[in-house]
């Protein structure tokens, strides 16, 4: 859709949005069921951003969520706020992490009901220890979750009022005053173990368990907060079908959706901007009395001529697959369709995560490279068509960790492949058969699998380094130059609505929904 007065045509709007991702989506739907005026400027020919779900492989009837998998962090007041028709389901089990001990293959089942998880767990270390210790862990996490999740749409707590608000020495101390490696040494003793707690302070993050940074443990806190549970749940119909609800209830307010519309700059006085965009016709202009941006950064440095930050790389890949049959397990105590439903770990023990780093760190791939998979068709059929799940087919996901950007440098496609050889070899060393053989074919009698790396997620996403969450994660209270709503720039009417601003990162709406607040309070709304 094109912006109905043309590309060249100048009119002002109360609100202009660059970038129609999902934070975006969530701004323009609030601003205009608020009766504001909103034109949102995407650059692609769709919008959605990573939010998104497509048919990857030819002439298969298989939507996937192509670059976010799960929702956890997506407050439910923002689904009722804005009437979404948008659902999520459960996973029955948490997690399985597959092992050899003694000789023989076996495994640690988190889910299927608590008699169930101790018993895996004493089946894994030989006492119920590691699960009392999980127990108590998780238990504070949770604790911290119910009390700091609910802040995420409020405006910015203070440090000190934030640890008021949890009211947990303990829990304070752990997840934000000391390396979260101390915590894991500190409460568990089995290696596995570990590395299934300290796998939630990497995804998409690159670090040690002990970096002074503390990076780690900003990502391991917005791992374990969300929903107020920690629980990361299946979007019903994927990922696409958040984005779809949210840009249809954003038109049905009346807000302005052009697709095909590039932002090249923004220059403002603190109260009144013009945006300049392109198009396939040709440059045009619009005026904004607020301009939201809904990119990196670096981005926003871009359009309004100022100094860029210094850019995060990222430090992940991501794998699609579709099979014909969910693969045999070497450890025959688990169906598989209990093992893929929740987060399959894979080459995550402790002393491993530690040696990928380390590998890594020092410009090579990880011999044993670390990941975790998760099949969203055991808990969400509806994204296989044209009879697909009644012959057995099923989707995989991948997401492999402690692969940064700086890897693939010399020639992406070579490393690419290389590297998800060695991913899916780690895979196979736990299956009872080929992952290779239980590959659907696509239309053209090629594998159904596809991979990406950082630098493929900036080609095709433009996210720096093709960091997932634009840059570091922020610790969810104010600092010096954060502002209210942690959304402010330095420029007055300009707001950055994405996963770079504070308390951003992974499918959430809270950038977007604390955006849309500001413009909100800002204008008597």
């Given amino acids: 859709m094109t912006a109905p007065e043309g590309p060249r045509a100048h009119r002002t709007y109360d609100a202009v949005i660059v970038g129609g991702g999902h934070n975006g989506l969530v701004a323009a739907a609030y601003l205009a069921r608020a009766g504001r ?54 996973r029955t089990v948490s997690s399985y992490t597959p092992a050899e001990r003694d000789g023989r293959p076996t495994g640690l089942l988190v889910g299927g009901g608590e008699r169930r998880t101790r018993e895996a767990f004493t089946r894994l270390t030989g006492s119920d220890r590691e699960y009392r210790a999980w127990q108590e862990f998780y238990g504070m996490t949770g604790r911290a979750a119910r009390r700091i999740f609910p802040t995420l749409t409020e405006p910015l707590p203070t440090r000190a009022e934030l640890r008021g608000r949890l009211d947990d020495e303990e829990a304070w101390r752990t997840l934000f005053e000391e390396p979260i490696g101390s915590a894991v040494e500190e409460r568990f003793e089995d290696d596995l173990v570990r590395g299934v707690v300290l796998t939630d302070a990497l995804i998409g993050t690159f670090a040690d368990a002990h970096d002074p940074s503390l990076k780690q443990n900003r990502c391991f806190l917005y791992h374990v907060i969300g929903g107020g549970t920690g629980d990361w749940d299946v979007p019903v119909g994927g990922m696409g079908a958040l984005t779809d609800a949210l840009a249809g209830t954003a038109r049905a307010a009346g807000a302005v959706l052009a697709t095909g519309h590039e932002a090249l700059r923004i220059t403002t006085d603190g109260r009144t901007a013009e945006v300049t965009y392109r198009t396939a016709d040709g440059e045009g202009t619009v005026a904004a009395r607020h301009v939201l941006v809904n990119a990196s950064p670096q981005a926003l440095a871009d359009l309004t001529g100022d100094t860029p930050p210094e850019p995060a790389e990222g430090a992940q890949l991501k794998v699609n697959m579709l099979l014909k049959r969910l693969p045999r397990l070497r450890d025959g105590s688990v169906d598989p369709r209990e ?6 770990h894979i080459a995550e023990g402790y002393e491993q995560l530690a040696t990928a780093h380390a590998q890594a760190a020092a410009g090579e791939l990880p011999a044993a490279p670390p990941s975790e998979i998760y099949c969203h068709s055991l808990t969400d059929p509806t994204i296989l068509g044209s009879g697909l799940a009644e012959q057995g087919y099923q989707t995989l996901t991948l997401f492999g960790l402690h692969t940064p950007a700086r890897l693939f440098e010399r020639d992406n496609d070579a490393v690419r492949e290389d590297l998800l050889k060695s991913t899916l070899a780690q895979l196979d060393a736990h299956l009872a058969e080929p992952l290779a053989d239980c590959l659907a074919t696509d239309a053209d009698g090629r594998p159904c699998i596809e991979a990406r790396t950082p630098l493929d997620l900036e080609r095709d996403l433009g996210l720096p380094g093709g960091n997932i969450f634009h840059r570091e994660l922020s610790w969810p209270y104010a600092q010096d130059g954060t502002g209210r709503w942690g959304v402010e720039t330095a420029h007055a009417n300009v707001l950055l609505c994405g996963a770079g ?17 500001a413009v909100l309070e800002n204008t008597g709304g």
């Fill in 339 to 344: 093992a893929f439903a929740g987060t399959f």
């Fill in 501 to 517: 601003a504070v308390r951003g990162g992974g499918v959430s709406g809270v950038p977007g929904h604390n955006a849309a607040m």
């Fill in 37 to 90: 005026s909103v034109l949102v400027l995407e650059r692609l020919d769709h919008t959605g951003g990573a939010a998104v779900s497509t048919r990857p492989f030819a002439g298969v009837d298989a939507r996937l969520s192509r670059y976010s998998y799960l929702v956890s962090l997506l407050p439910k007041k923002i689904v009722r706020d804005l009437g979404l028709d948008f659902r999520v389901r459960t």
